[in-house]
C-alpha cells in the first residue's frame, strides 16, 4: 500500500534540496499491507514493522548511521513495549582498530556474560565497532551500566579503543594534533592522495594540516621530496630508507612537527621475491626522530590501500599519545 504521509516527505524533501524525485523513489513510500511504518529522521527510506502471527518482522534502511539510530529510536522500544515492561534501554559504540573480531570476542567473553548488559560486534573494515546496551528501569540506572561496562571494555583493550560514537580515526588523531599545537603533513606512494582526503575530511583539519604530497613515481620522490636517486636505484621505492626520507622530506618541506610517509605495493601485480605484492612501508618523523616499520598484508589493491591509511593514522594518535607505535595483531608482517 501507498503511505501518503511518508511520499509527501519524500516529495518535501526533494523539493528542499532542489532536485527533481525520480518517479522510482515513490517505492520508498509503499509499504506491505498492514505494517507500521517507521520514520526515518536522517535519511529519505522509512523502516516498517510487520506483525505476522506471533512474529514481529522489522525492515529498516541499510545505510549504517540510520540503521543504528532507527533501532536505537524505533526497534528497542518497541519490543520492550511488547514484553509489557516499562523498561529503558540505552546503546553506545566503541571504535577499535588493531584486534580481529573472534579474537574480540574472547579477550572480552567475560565481560558483559548477558542479562541486563549484553555485547555485540560489528566488523567494519579495518576496524571493528563493539555496542554494548543495557536495559534497565530508569535511564539513569541504564547509563551507569554502560558506563560501568565500557570503562572495563577500555581498561581491558586499552589503545585498541580509538575513539565513540561518531569519532573516527582522522577526527580524533586530529584533535590530539589541535590540542597539542602541531602540525601534521604526508608524502605518500602507493596510497596516492587517499591519506591526505582522510584527513582532510574532518571539519576544521586546515588547523593542524599543512599539505601533502603524492609521490607516485620515482622522479617526483627525488624532484619534491629530496631523495637521491642514488637511493631510489639502490633500495628501491619500496623500502624503509626510502619511507625514512619521504618522512623527513615533507617534515622539512612544510616546516611540519610530524612528517608521515607510506610506500607500498598495493597489487595486483608488480610484487618480487624480495618485495612481495602487499608489502608496505611506513614512516613517522618528528622531533623525537624517525620511526619506521614494514608489513604484508594480504588484501587486494583497494583494502590494501584503507589498511595502510588506517594504520598510518592509528600512528599519528599512538605518537601523540606517547604510546609505542605497536603493531596490530591483525596485521601479518614480513619477516
Known sequence: MLDPVSLAALRAFYARVGREMAPNNEKQAWFPEGAEVLPNPIGTAPGFMLEVGSVVFFSLPGVPRELVRMVDEQVLPRLAARRGQSEVVRARLLRTFGMGESNLDDVLKDIAPGGDVTLGFRTAFPDNYLRPLARAKSAAEADAKLAHVCDAIRARLGLLVYGEGPETLESVA???????????????????????????????????????????????????????????????AVSEAVARQMAEGVRARFGADVGLSTTGISGPGGGTKDKPVGLVHLALADAAGTHADHFVFALDRERHRVLTVQLALDWVRRRLLGAPLDAPTILRRKQ
Not at 571539519?203 to 613515481?217: H, M, V, W
Open 174 to 236: 586530529g584533535a590530539l594534533l589541535r590540542a597539542q599545537h602541531k602540525t601534521l603533513a604526508v608524502a605518500e606512494s602507493c596510497t596516492g592522495g587517499l591519506l591526505a582526503e582522510r584527513i582532510t575530511s574532518v571539519p576544521g583539519a586546515s588547523d593542524y594540516f599543512l599539505g601533502g604530497i603524492a609521490a607516485y613515481a620515482n622522479s617526483a620522490k627525488e624532484a619534491l621530496l629530496g631523495i637521491p636517486r642514488s637511493l631510489l636505484e639502490r633500495e628501491g
